[in-house]
C-alpha cells in the first residue's frame, strides 16, 4: 500500500498533534523574545448544544496530565526539520521544551454552563499556546461523550444502562478513551473488552443474530450457548421475538440443568414486546429471568418506555451514545484572556469571550441544593459558594494531592446531577433557568477590555 | 489518579478491541467445534444518512491490511484469562490463532450505495466473527469522514479546501486517520502536523488570534509575523476585519520587503467581507494576496459563497468536518451471509440482509459515465459493468498486486465522481435516481433464504 500500517498513535508522538500555526506562532514569539512572557488561556465553550442543557466536564484532568509529559522527541524534532519551516536554534530550544506551567481544572464530571472554564493554563505564552489543539482534541472527546451518556442515564433511573457502542465510535482513542467517560457518566458496564479492562468498567456481552444463524435452527443455538454459559442472555429477535421467548421457555421447561439470566430484544416495538416477552415468562414460572433492550436507543426512547413502566430491566445503548449523535461536537474554546499580567480578550462578532483568570463559585442552600453560579476573576475574595477550579498542575507538576481520582467522576456525577434544577437536568430541548452570573468585577473588567 | 496515564493504543492491543460476545461467541464455536465452518461476512449499510447520497468508502484496505496481522500476544491472553470467562484451551487456541481466511473490498475512494459491501470476509466463522467490531469501527471512521469531506469538496469546486479541524475530532486516532480520509477526499492541505506528516497531505497553517492578542496592537502583530514568516497568511478579524485589511496594506505600503499572500476571514459575513477585502486589496495594487475563509463552513456554506461568487480564494474547515455533523454514523452492519456454503439472512425487521457472497458491477455508457450498478452473487458470471469488489488479501496474507495505493484513491474520487449523474452528487436533501439493481439470481435468493 506504499503507506504506514500501524494505527497505533504512540505518546512519544503527541507533542507532534497539534496544528501547524501553534508550532509557526511560538517559532515567532521565541524570535521576538516574548515565548516567555506569562500568560493564560481559558479552555470554556460559549453557548451549549441545543440539545444540552449542561456539559458535563469530563477529561480534563487526564489531559493535564498528559500535557505536563509532553515533549518533543528526536524523531519529532527531525520531522519538523523536515518540513523546512523552523530554525535550527529553535528546533534546539523546543527539543529541551518541558511544561513548566500550572494548570487549573474543575474536577471530572463536573456539571458546567457557557463561559464556565473546564480548565485554565497559567505558562509563558509558548508553553500554553503549544498546548492548545492537543487540550481541545482530548478533552472534546470525553466532555461530548460523557454530556450524552449522563443524559441516557439520568433517563433510565435505576434501571442499569450498558455500552453497546464500539462499533460506531470514531476510531480507536474514542472507543477505548470513550469508555472513561461513560464511566463517570454512570453506565453500569460496557461490551468493549480493551475499553472496560483499561478503564475499569465491568464488561458485558450477550450473544449475536449471526450465532443464532450459524446453527440449523434458533432451539439449537439457545441450547449450545446455554450449556457453555450457565446464566447468560439469549437473543430472542432473530427471527420472531415472542417465537424465540417461547423457545427459551420450552428449552428451559425441557433441559432444567441450563439456566438464561436475560434475553435481549433488538427490534420492533420494545414497549409492547417487552410486556408480552415479560408475560410469557412470567406465566411459565421465570420470573427471574430480566428484559434487556438494545438497538437505536437514546436518552429520548429510554424515556419514553420508562414513563410507559415497560418492564425493561436494564438498555444496551451504542449509535446515539457512541457519537453523541445529536451533539457530536462541544463549541470548546481556549482563548488568551490574560496576557504579561494584564487581561486580554477578542472582540470578533459572535466570538468574544470573558478577560482574565477566573474562579467558578457554586452555591448551595442548605438542604444541598445547587442555588447558582458566580463566574469571576481568581483572586476575587468573599465571593458565596463553593470554587469549582483547583490548581492540578503546579510548576509542571502534576499534584496528586489536588488531582481527584478517576473513579471519583462516577460518584460526582451520581451526587450532584440530583441538587440541580428539574430544568437543568430536563431531557428536552430547551433552556435552564439556573442563574449563572458574573461577579461585578469581572462585568466592570469585561466591560472595558 | 490511580489509572493508567498513557493514551496510546498500541498495535499489539488491537485484538482486544473488540465486543465481549465475539469471544464469548467464538468459545462456544471452538466448544461446538464449529469453529472452522467456512463463513462469509459482509460489510454493508442498509440506508443512506438522509443528509448523504452516497458513502465514499474509505479505510477498507487500510483495515484489510490490519486484520489481517491481528493476534492476541501473551499480555492479552492474560487479559481475558483475568475476566474468568474463558478455559485456558481456548485461549491456547486462540494465542496460536492468525487470519488464515481472505478480504475482499472495494478500493478505497470508491462511492457506493445502501447494500453494496465495502469489503467482505471468507473464513472459518470464528475468525471472521472476531474481525467484526473493529474492522467496522475502523471503516466508520475513515468513511464517515471521506463522505463529509468529498461534498465539501465537491461544493468548493476548483478552490481549494484545507482541513483545520483537528481539535474538534473524537480523540487521536480520529485526528490522524482523518487526515488519509480527507486526503483521498480531495482535500488540499490540513493544519494537523501528526496527521499531515504521516498521511503525507501538505501542511498549512496561518496564525491565531491569541497572537494578535498578544501584542500592543494588529499592526505590531502583523509587521512581526510578516517579518517571521515571507508570504504568510494574516488573520485579519481580530477586531475589525476591514480595518484588519487596511493595516495588511499600509504595513505593506510601508515596509516594501514585507510580503503577504493571504489574508484569512475568521468570522461575519464571508461573503461582503470577502468583497470589501477584495476591493480595498485591489485599489490598492494587491490583486495578488489571496483570501481564505474560514469558521463554521460546511459544504452549504461553501457552496452559498461559491453560487454567489464571493471572491475567496481557498477555504479552511474545521468543525462541520471534523466530525461530519449532520451525519456522524453510518449505519454499517456486518453480518453473516453464507456459513457452510449456504446462503443466511436474518430476518429482523427493519434489519433485513441479502443473503450469499456478492459482487457489484457499475456499468458505464460510452462517454464514460455511470448508468447503474447490479449487485449480485458473487460468482455469477455474464453481469455487465465493472466488479467493484476484488481480494486484497488471500489466505491471509495481503495480495500488493490487488491492493490499490493509498495514493490512487484521491484520484478515483476526482475521477469517478464527475461520472455520477447530478442526483448522486447533489448537497441538498434528497434520493439519487441512480439505478442499483439486484440481479435475477440475488433477487430469487432473497427471496427463498
Known amino acids: 500500500m506504499n503507506e504506514p500500517l500501524t494505527l497505533s498513535v504512540a505518546d512519544e508522538e503527541l507533542a507532534l498533534l497539534t496544528d501547524l500555526y501553534q508550532l509557526t506562532m511560538i517559532q515567532a514569539y521565541w524570535k521576538e523574545a516574548m515565548h516567555d512572557t506569562p500568560a493564560t488561556f481559558s479552555l470554556f465553550f460559549r453557548q451549549l448544544p441545543p440539545s444540552r442543557r449542561f456539559i458535563l466536564a469530563c477529561g480534563q484532568q487526564h489531559a493535564a496530565a498528559t500535557l505536563s509529559q509532553l515533549h518533543f522527541n528526536a524523531a519529532a524534532i527531525e ?3 523536515s518540513t523546512e519551516r523552523f530554525d535550527d536554534d529553535f528546533l534546539s530550544w523546543l527539543a529541551n ?9 474543575v474536577p471530572e464530571g463536573t456539571p458546567l454552563f457557557p463561559h464556565q472554564p473546564l480548565l485554565e493554563v497559567d505558562a509563558p505564552i509558548a508553553e500554553a499556546q503549544l498546548l492548545e489543539s492537543l487540550v481541545m482534541n482530548l478533552v472534546q472527546l470525553e466532555s461530548v461523550l460523557a454530556s450524552k451518556a449522563a443524559r441516557i442515564v439520568w433517563a433510565a433511573g435505576n434501571r442499569p444502562v450498558v455500552d453497546f457502542g464500539m462499533r460506531r465510535m470514531h476510531g480507536i482513542d474514542a472507543a477505548v478513551r470513550g469508555v472513561r467517560a461513560y464511566k463517570a457518566a454512570g453506565l453500569s458496564g460496557t461490551s468493549n473488552v480493551l475499553g472496560g479492562l483499561r478503564h475499569d468498567l465491568a464488561l458485558n456481552g450477550t450473544m449475536a443474530h449471526s450465532y443464532i444463524l450459524a446453527h440449523d435452527d434458533e432451539p439449537s443455538a439457545f441450547r449450545a450457548f446455554a450449556r457453555h454459559y450457565p446464566n447468560t442472555t439469549l437473543l430472542v429477535d432473530t427471527y420472531d421475538t415472542l417465537q424465540g421467548v417461547r423457545h427459551v421457555i420450552d428449552m428451559l421447561r425441557d433441559i432444567p440443568d441450563l439456566s438464561v439470566s436475560a434475553i435481549r430484544l433488538d427490534s420492533g416495538d420494545f414497549g409492547q414486546l417487552a410486556s408480552e416477552a415479560r408475560a410469557l415468562l412470567d406465566d411459565a414460572g421465570f420470573s427471574r429471568i430480566k428484559i434487556i433492550a438494545s438497538s437505536g436507543l437514546d436518552e429520548h426512547g429510554i424515556a419514553d418506555l420508562v414513563a410507559q413502566n415497560a418492564p425493561i430491566d436494564a438498555f444496551g445503548v451504542g449509535t446515539q451514545m457512541g457519537v453523541s449523535a445529536d451533539a457530536p461536537v462541544i463549541d470548546l474554546s481556549y482563548k488568551l484572556v490574560e496576557y ?4 486580554r ?10 478577560p482574565s483568570r477566573k474562579q467558578v463559585y457554586r452555591r448551595q442552600d442548605t438542604a444541598g441544593r445547587y442555588t447558582g453560579d458566580t463566574i469571576a476573576q481568581r483572586d476575587e475574595t468573599d465571593i458565596a459558594g463553593e470554587p469549582l477550579l483547583r490548581p ?3 510548576n509542571g507538576v502534576v499534584d496528586p494531592d489536588v488531582m481527584s481520582p478517576a473513579q471519583q467522576a462516577t460518584s460526582r456525577v451520581a451526587d450532584t446531577l440530583p441538587r440541580f434544577p428539574a430544568s437543568v437536568t430536563a431531557l428536552e430541548q430547551g433552556e435552564s433557568d439556573y442563574p449563572v452570573e458574573l461577579s461585578d468585577a469581572l462585568k466592570h473588567l469585561s466591560s472595558t477590555v
Open 79 to 81: 520531522k519538523l526539520a
Open 97 to 105: 521544551w518541558r511544561f513548566s506551567g500550572d494548570i487549573w481544572t
Open 340 to 343: 504579561d499580567a494584564q487581561p
Open 345 to 354: 480578550a477578542k472582540h470578533s462578532p459572535g466570538k468574544i469571550n470573558l
Open 392 to 394: 492540578v498542575v503546579k
